[in-house]
Structures are given as C-alpha cells and as structure tokens.
T-cell receptor, first 110, second 114 residues
Framework: DAKTTQPNSMESNEEEPVHLPCNHS???????IHWYRQLPSQGPEYVIH???SNVNNRMASLAIAEDRKSSTLILHRATLRDAAVYYC???????????FGKGTRLLVKP | GAVVSQHPSRVICKSGTSVKIECRSL??????MFWYRQFPKQSLMLMAT?????????EQGVEKDKFLINHASLTLSTLTVTSAHPEDSSFYIC??????????FGSGTRLTVV
C-alpha cells in the first residue's frame, strides 16, 4: 500500500498559487519525498524531491514539515498546463520501486 | 538528460496474439527498470522490477508467464504480453533510475486487445 495520503482533487484559478498537501505519517528516516505529475495519456513527470529541508526548483517548491510527517507541493503560479494528477511518493532511494497512491487531480480554471 | 523512450506509444492487437513493448534509456545506463500498468482513472500499479542480466521480480498477482520481461542490456528492457486478451488492455509504463533519488518514466504504451 502507498504510504502517503492526498486529497482526491483540488481546484485552482489560473495564475494563482496552489498548495498540494501530502500526509506521510509513517515516513522513515531514510525515505525521500518525491513529487511527480501525470498528464493524460502520458507517463509521470518528475516535479521535485526532498529529504528534510525545503526545496525549490524552476517548477515548484517543496515544503517539508519539521517532523517530516507531511509535505506540501507549491506551484507558485498555476497555469492551464499544470492541470494533472500529482503524486506524492516515498522512496528509500535508488533501486527501490515507487508505490503510487491515488494522487491529487488538480483542475486549473481560466 | 535522463530520457526514457518507450515504444510503441499505442498498439492494437487481436486476442491471442503477443505484443512486445520496448523501454530504452537513451542517455544513461539503467541497471534497474520498473514496469507499471494503469487502468482508466486509476493509479499506476507496479507489475515487476527488471534487473539487467537477471530474472525480473514480479509483484504478487502478476503472471510471470504472461508478462515476459527481458532486460538484456543496460539500456533496454522489454515487456511481452503473451496471448493477450481484452482484459489486458491497459496503459503500460516503464521507468528507470535517473540517479540516486528518482526515476524517469517512459511516455507509456496504450494496449488495446480486440
């Protein structure tokens, strides 16, 4: 079973920030937190990952709670192209498979 | 970098025939690749872990004789759906490690068995 819990769906307006939450209360000390997104009829696409500290890249920011039992993916200005299913995944590192949960379907309204 | 190419992107086959799906890492070597299956409006389900030069490890409930996986080189893994039936129709996705902390996924193969 997936070790993460996410809301089934969220809505956002275009050009507004979006905060996608993820709960992972059973996270272990060696688990990395990964975020991927999947557009219709495509394979998942890497968004961001982190271990303990908050992370920023050109796509998004990842805010990790101090106890690491939850995290939030932040899209600073949502666009219509950001409409996708976002998956929060825990993994111990290279060689360990990803177990996907149901993810959050993000709807971006113009 | 870290591109995974999956081919074909879609295939239609007759019931009872076999279909081969290729997954290639284009600019890196992948010791381990993973195969997933995704039914409409559902999440990805891990089918098997493919290790270069050794037998694949299948998840519980996945028939290894039906879904043949070959990982003969560090850049190529293949999934063959043997004696396909309509219930095998699905979206098949491969992935490969892109470094210590994550994976690159192929663009997927839509299989329709008629």
């Amino acid at each position: 079973d997936a070790k993460t819990t996410q809301p089934n769906s969220m809505e956002s307006n275009e050009e507004e920030p979006v905060h996608l939450p993820c709960n992972h209360s059973t996270i272990s000390g060696t688990d990395y937190i990964h975020w991927y997104r999947q557009l219709p009829s495509q394979g998942p696409e890497y968004v961001i990952h982190g271990l303990t500290s908050n992370v920023n890249n050109r796509m998004a920011s990842l805010a990790i709670a101090e106890d690491r039992k939850s995290s939030t993916l932040i899209l600073h200005r949502a666009t219509l192209r950001d409409a996708a299913v976002y998956y929060c995944i825990l993994s111990e590192g290279q060689g360990f498979s990803f177990i996907f949960g149901k993810g959050t379907r993000l709807l971006v309204k113009p | 970098g870290a591109v995974v190419s999956q081919h074909p992107s879609r295939v239609i086959c007759k019931s009872g025939t076999s279909v081969k799906i290729e997954c290639r890492s284009l600019d890196f070597q992948a010791t381990t690749m993973f195969w997933y299956r995704q039914f409409p409006k559902q999440s990805l389900m891990l089918m098997a872990t493919s290790n270069e030069g050794s037998k694949a490890t299948y998840e519980q409930g996945v028939e290894k004789d039906k879904f043949l996986i070959n990982h003969a080189s560090l850049t190529l893994s293949t999934l063959t759906v043997t004696s396909a039936h309509p219930e095998d129709s699905s979206f098949y996705i491969c992935s490969a490690s892109r470094g210590p902390y994550g994976y690159t996924f192929g663009s997927g193969t839509r299989l329709t068995v008629v």
